[in-house]
């Protein structure tokens, strides 16, 4: 009888020690089920990236593209201690954080954020202030595969896939639906869309806008806006005017090569209508105090 009692309880320690055994296997499972990061990235910052779409005109698609191309969906090292989603060098100007870290050469320098928010606005505004990426902004905020093929051909990345691994992230993943809507933005709130006007970029002044409202939106120097429109701080100038974000030209470009005066022109007004300084319009039509600008006066532009 006590062999029996002893080969009972044998086998249940067994049976207790055999289940046991199996619980971690199933704990291991359930611990590599969790959300694809790609997915989750998207859920975090596809906000972030309509916010800027609507602030600069860069599509959504491409702004969140480029960040889990860049970022590796946020895990890179560069994301994880700076911040930085994109990728974005020191470069000269650069005043922030830095990070170095082997890139194209060794040890090269990166920028360095205090939180993701400024990295993507960063990224915005070095698209939209770069020269090499202006012609970016002719194309529709909608149009992610152009925009994607001009970012590879302005050189933003070395990569000769890059244009390739952006349209293929935003068809995978569908980003494209970012760039049909979905703001937290107010109609009034809505930034400008930048123009081109004499191959530089501009936008129009709206009622209530101040120079200060333009050069605050996109992250320039108000003393420096002034320079590029040739204006001083007393001068308010009119509602629907063109404002240049960048230095003007010595003159226009081939269409316009000619200007007839007409009521209520200034030499000022011309200069920006056709995004030309006024120092070389008035020195190539011969303007000073005895030969002012006149009504029907046919100006050259170039």
């Known amino acids: 009888m006590m062999k029996a009692i002893r080969y009972t309880v044998l086998l249940l320690v067994l049976a207790l020690t055999s289940c046991s055994v199996t619980k971690p296997v199933a704990t291991s499972t359930k611990e590599y089920s969790g959300k694809d990061p790609y997915s989750a990235y998207i859920a975090r910052y596809s906000d972030m990236a309509v916010d800027q779409m609507k602030r600069y005109g860069i599509p959504a698609s491409i702004t969140l593209a480029q960040g889990l191309l860049e970022s590796d969906a946020g895990r890179s090292s560069l994301a994880t201690k700076c911040n930085n989603h994109f990728g974005i060098k020191c470069h000269s100007d650069w005043k922030g954080g830095k990070m170095y870290h082997d890139d194209d050469a060794r040890q090269e320098c990166f920028r360095c954020y205090s939180n993701a928010e400024d990295s993507y606005k960063d990224h915005s505004l070095f698209l939209v202030n770069g020269a090499r990426y202006r012609d970016l902004f002719k194309l529709r905020h909608d149009d992610y595969k152009g925009w994607a093929k001009g970012l590879k051909a302005a050189g933003y990345a070395t990569s000769p ?86 230095r003007k030209k010595a003159r226009a470009d081939r269409e316009h090569g000619t200007y007839v005066v007409k009521r209520d022109d200034s030499l000022w007004s011309v200069s920006q209508q056709f995004g030309v300084r006024m120092k070389p319009l008035a020195n190539r039509n011969r303007l000073s105090d005895s030969n002012p600008l006149r009504v029907g006066m046919t100006l050259l532009l170039r």
């Open 161 to 246: 896939t890059y244009a390739t691994k952006l349209i293929e992230l935003i068809e995978r993943y569908g980003l494209d639906r970012y760039d049909k809507g979905g703001t937290n933005l107010k109609p009034g709130q809505l930034p400008h869309q930048p123009l081109l006007v004499n191959g530089q970029r501009c936008v129009r002044l709206r009622e209530g806008e101040t120079l200060k409202d333009i050069a605050r939106e996109y992250g320039m120097q108000l003393s420096m806006l002034r320079r590029f429109n040739e204006v001083d701080r007393k001068f308010v100038p009119p509602v629907g005017t063109l404002i240049f974000l960048e």
